[in-house]
């Protein structure tokens, strides 16, 4: 079964600093995510991103984060200068169309804490 | 605002029963409504997606209904085995490529 793979699994970061989570979505799909699950609560939309371009973020999505198609296969989320509160496991994902019909695959997770 | 609910943080049935767990929402109109399997510290895992116009679906030992007018969701696993012990959580699409969770529901089957 063709999956979503995320690295680093788990990265320990000083607050301030930028970081780059990883994402190789699957490789026929045209619509990518990240989502987000701070420990113990709801899973969290974070961005969708089609042609190149984002095509829905939410109010959690602000000026410190970007996401980036950098190659063919490669997804990327960068935040620019990380708080304590970024401190949650970031879920990248993919489906063939929109997620409307279609099912949406998730990876296991880049677990980022900010220290 | 808008909210959805699900049932109880927890459910703890006997293995063989059946599990009911409920997903209810107010203030969407979803065009779809999904059924995840999350387990501890991995990503959630699609099970079923049921439209607005459709009633229930099933596969294998799952089965969905939903009911647009009462804005409820019923998720059920029959035969529930140990293996089923997971927390499953509901999410809403409302065609925005942007899907809502629940805060999901913890299920452990006692063998």
């Known amino acids: 079964e063709p999956e979503v793979t995320q690295t680093p699994s788990h990265q320990v970061t000083q607050m301030g600093q930028e970081v780059i989570l990883r994402c190789v979505p699957i490789?026929?799909?045209?619509?990518f995510y990240w989502y987000r699950q701070i420990l113990g609560q709801k899973v969290e939309f974070l961005v969708s991103?089609?042609?190149?371009?984002?095509?829905?973020k939410s109010e959690i999505f602000d000026d410190q984060f970007s996401v980036e198609r950098p190659d063919g296969s490669n997804f990327t989320l960068k935040i620019r200068s990380t708080k304590l509160e970024d401190s949650a496991m970031y879920f990248c994902?993919?489906?063939?169309?929109?997620?409307?019909?279609?099912?949406?695959?998730f990876g296991e997770g880049s677990w980022l804490t900010v220290v | 605002s808008q909210k959805i609910e699900q049932n109880s943080e927890a459910l703890n049935i006997q293995e063989g029963k059946t599990a009911t767990l409920t997903c209810n929402y107010t203030n969407y109109s979803p065009a779809y409504l999904q059924w995840y399997r999350q387990d501890p510290g991995r990503g959630p895992v699609f099970l079923l997606l049921?439209?607005?116009?459709?009633k229930e679906k099933r596969k294998e030992r799952l089965k969905v209904t939903f009911d647009t007018t009462l804005k409820q969701s019923l998720f059920h696993i029959t035969a529930s085995q140990p293996a089923d012990s997971a927390t499953y959580l509901c999410?809403?699409?409302?065609?925005?490529?942007?899907?809502?969770f629940g805060s999901g529901t913890r299920l452990q089957v006692q063998p």
């Open positions: 999410a809403l699409d409302t065609g925005r490529r942007a899907l809502t």
């Open positions: 994902a993919s489906s063939e169309e929109t997620t409307a019909g279609n099912t949406i695959y």
């Open positions: 049921i439209r607005e116009n459709e």
């Open positions: 991103f089609y042609n190149n371009e984002i095509s829905e």
């Open positions: 490789s026929n799909h045209l619509y």
